[in-house]
């Protein structure tokens, strides 16, 4: 029933947000979109049948979708808009179904308390105020940033996944159907990794969300993290050696900007020039939060001239850096915000200089950071970690009962209360109740794990 109510509101989100952007459909190519569809048509007519014209610009995920506009219409914009509605629909309705299992993990882990009812608001809150932010304009509306919301949507997806394949945190697994069923997750995980960096090379900090992800929010540790799924984090790690094929290493040395406008010689521009100017550009984003009519398609350096936009931006790196050392050092799920809005930035507004030192539509996954921050009501229900948590050599011990015992340093039981020894049926999308645990039989009689509810 729980797993129903969540699809149902990630349902609500994909409606509520194409209602809201339909009048993109009316919108004509514009600025990139002239140069890129009908300057280049020649290279959106069957992609599928040349390798080079699926590769070029470095994104042959979105050469393969204009391919596919253009076949079904022609340059009718319509279509374009359609395509680029429905994906960043689908990535709002993702994002309320990966809010929903973050909350669920850390009920779960007792980091955070709170009502199932606050949890299903909480998600929805989330997933519409960051789908409908008119900072989201740019990519909803200007079809050549399709390839922000398409990387966005399958980093999104590898995030549930990755979900998914935590269920199953304690391996070997004895039942061959769910070693089948870990392995899907995990071919699934790395699938979306590599989608994400074929539609944009910047999803190349996708590994690095993950990772952090599974530390702060589903296994609490960087030890449990590593300890539980050190193979899996090890193959998304591996998928960054797409962006080889892809050109991007080369085109990072190359003399010019290239098609993707990056590089490291881009217009005369140093590695440290551009550091210091993106200062600027990440004071000039979180005005843009706040203050939409801030907002531009395209900024330029002219724009980053205003004092207040280096104060504000060195202020937000500086409470990025102490909020999250603080969050490392306490072991406090927080610290996933600050982090996570500083790996989705990572690569455009880094040290490789960018033909555009600033643009609205970067913001795509970083801005679910601060609307993460509005479910303020997990603040208030946060309570204080057990002494096994605090602990860093703190273990969870499967039992083969399918219960789970907690020991710390190997001295015995903690100080834990009981009831949270006990990990009964569990769905990401559902309650969470510490029921006994379901040992429905499998093919193989001697396995007797603790299955999660999905219905």
């Given at each position: ?21 339909r ?21 959106i007519?069957?992609p ?23 076949y ?11 395509f680029?509605?429905l994906?960043?629909a ?8 990966v809010a929903?299992?973050?909350i ?19 998600a ?15 990519v ?16 999104l ?21 769910e ?10 995980v ?20 993950l990772?952090v992800?599974?530390?702060f929010?589903v ?23 797409a962006?080889?094929p ?9 003399s010019?900007a290239g098609?993707?406008g ?11 020039d551009?550091?210091c ?27 980053l ?8 931006g060195?202020a937000?790196l ?6 999250a050392?603080f ?5 406090a799920?927080w ?9 989705a930035?990572?690569?455009?507004s ?8 600033a ?5 795509y ?15 208030c ?5 057990t ?6 050599r ?17 001295r ?14 569990v ?29």
């Amino acid at each position: 029933m729980h797993t129903w109510r969540g699809l149902i509101l990630a349902a609500a989100v994909w409606i509520v947000v194409l209602l809201t952007w339909r009048a993109a459909l009316k919108a004509d190519f514009v600025f990139d979109d002239v140069v890129r569809i009908m300057g280049e048509e020649r290279l959106i007519v069957a992609p599928w049948d040349s390798w080079r014209a699926m590769v070029a610009g470095q994104r042959p995920l979105v050469q393969l979708s204009l391919g596919m506009n253009h076949y079904l219409g022609g340059l009718d914009p319509r279509g374009y808009h359609a395509f680029n509605m429905l994906v960043h629909a689908t990535a709002a309705a993702i994002a309320c179904v990966v809010a929903l299992c973050c909350i669920q993990w850390l009920r779960i882990r007792k980091s955070v308390q709170m009502t199932q009812n606050a949890a299903y608001f909480c998600a929805f809150s989330i997933a519409l105020l960051w789908s409908l932010h008119p900072l989201q304009t740019a990519v909803a509306t200007y079809v050549i940033q399709r390839a922000e919301s398409m990387a966005g949507l399958f980093t999104l997806m590898a995030v549930l996944c990755l979900c998914g394949a935590a269920r199953w945190s304690h391996p070997p697994v004895a039942c061959a159907r769910e070693r089948v069923r870990v392995a899907a997750w995990v071919v699934a995980v790395v699938g979306c990794c590599l989608l994400a960096m074929a539609a944009k090379p910047t999803a190349a900090s996708t590994p690095a969300l993950l990772l952090v992800i599974d530390v702060f929010v589903v296994a609490g540790s960087f030890r449990a993290a590593l300890g539980a799924r050190w193979l899996l984090h090890a193959a998304l790690w591996a998928t960054t050696l797409a962006l080889i094929p892809l050109g991007v290493v080369r085109g990072l040395f190359a003399s010019g900007a290239g098609n993707a406008g990056a590089g490291l010689r881009v217009a005369n521009m140093t590695p440290w020039d551009y550091g210091c100017l993106q200062v600027r550009a990440v004071g000039l984003y979180m005005g843009e939060v706040v203050c939409p009519w801030l907002m531009s398609i395209d900024h330029g350096p002219e724009e980053l001239v205003a004092t207040w936009t280096v104060v504000v931006g060195a202020a937000t790196l500086t409470a990025i850096a102490v909020i999250a050392a603080f969050a490392v050092v306490r072991g406090a799920w927080w610290g996933i915000l600050p982090i996570f809005f500083a790996l989705a930035l990572a690569p455009t507004s880094s040290f490789v200089p960018l033909a555009d030192v600033a643009a609205d539509h970067r913001m795509y996954l970083a801005a679910l950071r601060g609307d993460g921050c509005c479910g303020g009501n997990i603040r208030c229900h946060v309570q204080p970690r057990t002494s096994a948590q605090r602990c860093s050599r703190y273990t969870r011990k499967r039992c083969d009962d399918g219960t789970t015992t907690d020991r710390c340093c190997g001295r015995g039981l903690c100080n834990k209360p009981a009831e949270s020894r006990v990990r009964g049926p569990v769905s990401p999308l559902g309650s969470g109740d510490r029921t006994p645990p379901d040992t429905r039989a499998c093919a193989d009689q001697s396995c007797r794990n603790t299955h999660a509810t999905w219905a």
